[in-house]
């Protein structure tokens, strides 16, 4: 893509271009060239947004809640943008088809801007793509970001550690709350729903996340307790009717009081820049020496005998930080 | 640790002490410094082993597949390796025990050695260490080496890609056969195994994955079919009954001879290899940079404006690669 192209579809985006800010996402989900000029360009205006993970197991209604928040913050005035990201086994299509289709109503709102990410890349390529386009959603001015996963895979723990507040979304069946423990759920959570409350088993699904919240509050050291503590709320909702969304609705709000009141917000977001730093030049090492290897035959050599097992991976890694490989590699 | 004694150990293991292996797995686990020379040292030892992984829900059944596999393999005068990769969530002390408890019968067996990763390590740590730990199994001379993992995060996918033959195990509850295709377990099996295979279901649950499996195959591109493709087995068993074991012990020989035969096994060693070193080569960047941070004031002032969100991480590890900080990180 030509650099003036680039240069105005920025400015479109600037301009308030939903179009332009969907080419930009198109852009950044393939991981080009442009990325750096992308996120270069947009880093002055990013801030604003207050970003708001969506975790849980599948059927848990995630997407429901996401769709009924978007109504109340859009009822506030608010602008909204929404990411999902979605298994991409070319088999899934009927249920995501359907779970799209439910948002249906703000396709058409001009104040909330809707984006899947189909695509699972490899070496966190996903996570990388999902930080860019909720970056962008924030240069776009968005108030709200809301960002749904599935599961507690590598990426999406990534991806909810990118987020303010993460409200982990269960559903009264036996066994989960076994299972959120296993799943390391409890560390990342700010705000507990269980969903579909009106089925058998939800009330003892709140009472027993109450105990193991409690569990984790009495195992904290003593020396933690002087700063102010932010008390997880476990709340019922039933979202595609609509019950308890205005309650989770104010839990968030008073979750990201609760941060900016502490300087916990900038705390965390500082953390998270910092990480994101080291992660791309993580990926850029990788990167630079992939494409090196076809161009320099020292180093093929090096990745030819690694892989007939005659030098083991962690000596050559060795060999290749003492190299100049790393530096001879062109503009990433 | 002194090199003296590292040598000590690693002479200890070669003839075969099981002191010595366990202690050698726990500095591994460590990521120490001396992992590199332990990883050197059993380079030429390595590629004896046939190395299993067995993944699916919590409450499959793993453990006791793992436990009736190897019952069957020392049946067959074959040593084996047993990792088991628990969650590390304090709260699950009770049920991991419980499985632990179960392989108590090999506990006394002088050709089993059962090791559980305990830690949940950030930034690939723990997929790291288990590939470390499989290796000081393999070479330590056990013919087989089973790894057990739980769900499918990317911890978990690294580690099966990392192993020779991938088991899939699910139970026939409802809606199984959606998260199989969802969790991507469809592009990682090798064997499929219906555990619990006496419960309702079971049937409905095998013919499922037997269609979407000829539906995988019937998407095939017309060219690839013309090298010999395993064809990938849907096993029925009731692993605490020791049903159907016997029959999964022989796909799993079927697949590795499947493997050697076509060249496949080396084919895929290869690339093992040489993904391994990429990934190293990752870590040690980031473990540089981050010891570089306490010594190097201008890193530091790099990382700070970054922090405070006045350089945009992509520029910064743009510049960061084009430093000399990178190379002038000590020995790691």
């Not at 102010?228 to 308890?244: D, S």
Request: proline fraction near 4%.
């Amino acid at each position: 893509m030509a650099r003036q192209t680039l240069s105005q579809l920025l400015e479109n985006m600037g301009s308030g271009s939903a179009v332009a800010l969907a080419r930009l996402m198109t852009l950044v989900e393939r991981e080009g060239r442009e990325v750096g000029r992308i996120l270069e360009a947009i880093a002055p205006q990013l801030g604003h947004a207050f970003t708001i993970g969506v975790t849980g197991p599948p059927g848990a209604g995630k997407s429901s809640l996401v769709d009924g928040l978007t109504t109340l913050m859009r009822a506030a005035h608010k602008t909204v943008g929404v990411v999902a990201i979605d298994p991409s086994s070319p088999f899934s299509g009927g249920a995501l088809l359907g779970d799209r289709i439910r948002m249906g109503q703000h396709y058409l709102d001009k104040g909330v801007f809707i984006r899947s990410m189909a695509t699972r890349g490899s070496h966190g390529g996903l996570a990388r793509a999902t930080l860019d386009v909720m970056k962008l959603l924030d240069a776009f001015r968005c108030d709200y970001v809301l960002v749904e996963t599935v599961g507690v895979g590598q990426t999406e723990l990534d991806v909810m550690r990118a987020t303010d507040t993460v409200i982990v979304t269960l559903v009264p069946e036996a066994g989960d709350s076994v299972q959120v423990m296993k799943a390391g759920l409890m560390e990342i959570a700010d705000i507990f729903v269980v969903n579909k409350a009106d089925r058998d088993g939800a009330q003892r699904m709140m009472t027993d996340l109450s105990l193991m919240l409690e569990l984790k509050y009495s195992n904290r050291p003593a020396g933690q307790t002087a700063a102010p503590q932010w008390k997880i709320p476990v709340l019922a909702t039933q979202a595609i009717n609509n019950v308890g969304l205005p309650e989770l609705f104010e839990a968030l709000e008073s979750h990201h009081q609760f941060l900016a009141d502490g300087g916990e917000l900038e705390r965390r977001r500082t953390t998270r820049r910092q990480e994101e730093l080291l992660a791309r030049v993580e990926y850029a090492v990788r990167r630079r020496l992939t494409d090196q290897l076809e161009l320099d035959p020292a180093l093929a050599r090096l990745f030819e005998e690694v892989g007939a097992g005659r030098l083991d991976p962690h000596s050559a890694s060795e060999q290749v930080l003492r190299s100049e490989f790393l530096k001879n590699g062109g503009e990433l």
